[in-house]
């Protein structure tokens, strides 16, 4: 079993930054691909972000290329998001999420975190 804790949420104007944390409680953090998603109001949980197990890949939706950018310390057994240039439509909970392999698909992750609430003003 892998319980994950998402950090880092808040309240942030149109152009700023946030970076969200998500901590594991698994020792085998490591063998695990880890991906970020998000889902806002009336809407479905959508993609943002997928990391490989060692770090070595990383892919992103559309939306967030260029501004988002994922990492994980397997020692701490922490992953990350850091969002620049944050725009009202990133408003939504992120969740991350732990699978066996790197992809955007939401359903080929087994694990989830109860997500972190991110609100951009404009």
């Known amino acids: 079993q892998v319980q994950l804790v998402e950090s880092g949420g808040g309240l942030v104007q149109a152009g700023g930054s946030l970076r969200l944390s998500c901590a594991a409680s698994?020792?085998?953090?490591?063998?695990?691909?880890m991906g970020w998603f998000r889902q806002a109001p009336g809407k479905e949980r959508e993609s943002v972000a997928a990391?490989?197990?060692?770090?070595?890949?990383?892919d992103y939706t559309d939306s967030v290329k260029g501004r988002f950018t994922i990492s994980r310390d397997n020692a701490k057994k922490k992953v990350y998001l850091q969002m620049n240039s944050l725009k009202p439509e990133d408003t939504a909970v992120y969740y991350c999420?732990?699978?066996?392999?790197?992809?955007?698909?939401?359903?080929?992750?087994?694990?989830w975190g109860q997500g972190t609430q991110v609100t951009v003003s404009s």
């Open positions: 999420a732990a699978g066996p392999f790197v992809t955007l698909l939401r359903d080929e992750y087994d694990y």
């Open positions: 698994t020792r085998t953090f490591a063998n695990f691909a």
């Open positions: 990391v490989s197990w060692n770090g070595g890949t990383t």
